[in-house]
């Protein structure tokens, strides 16, 4: 057991993974937002000039492409909360209350860390653990004589000097510390 298999897990899920979290409503949200946007700018606000087009195209697509984007935000946050274990219902208000994205930003800054579990024992786990608190599952390099955080091209200890060839790591981690 290491905390390896766990980290190329967690690889797996970053990136694509990270944008099929949109949630379905939000995309038809933007969809429609887009589009609404256009209706209001050709349709709705009077325009009698016809050389005002370029004009009314550029905004058009300017706050559809803002609204929609709001809209993907929302999605966003909406299902991020849930693996971070924060209130889902106070984070989409703060979103939609403070204007100008604000809200989002404050959610961003404030977010909790995401929450995991545990491969050994199914406990919650946040990521900044490096060992589970149940099981003391490894889930993180760590010195094995303080037991703070370090790399896996270290050699020594940056806190304490310990030599991590010692610590008996996974043959995967020995091949670096060999070089
Ligand atoms: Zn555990
Ligand atoms: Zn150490």
Redesign the pocket.
């Known amino acids: 057991m290491s905390w390896w298999t766990t980290r190329q897990n967690d690889a797996a899920l970053s990136g694509d993974a990270e944008l099929m979290m949109v949630p379905r409503w939000s995309i038809a949200l933007a969809v429609l937002l887009f589009v609404a946007m256009q209706v209001v700018f050709h349709l709705v606000l009077p325009h009698h000039k016809h050389e005002l087009l370029p004009m009314r195209l550029m905004m058009g697509f300017f706050w559809g492409s803002l609204f929609a984007s709001y809209a993907l935000l929302l999605g966003y946050v909406s299902q991020d909360v849930k693996r971070r274990d924060m209130s889902p219902g106070m984070w989409m208000l703060v979103c939609v209350v403070l204007p100008c994205g604000i809200g989002a930003v404050v959610y961003f800054l404030l977010r909790q860390p995401v929450l995991s579990r545990c491969p050994n024992c199914s406990t919650q786990i946040a990521s900044s653990y490096h060992f589970c608190p149940q099981c003391q599952f490894q889930m993180a390099p760590?010195?094995?004589?303080?037991?703070?955080g370090?790399k896996i091209t270290d050699v020594?200890?940056?806190?304490?000097?310990?030599d991590?060839a010692q610590d008996g790591a996974p043959a995967r981690l020995r091949a670096y510390s060999d070089q």
């Open positions: 760590v010195c094995g004589r303080c037991y703070r370090v020594f200890c940056t806190q304490c000097g310990h991590l």
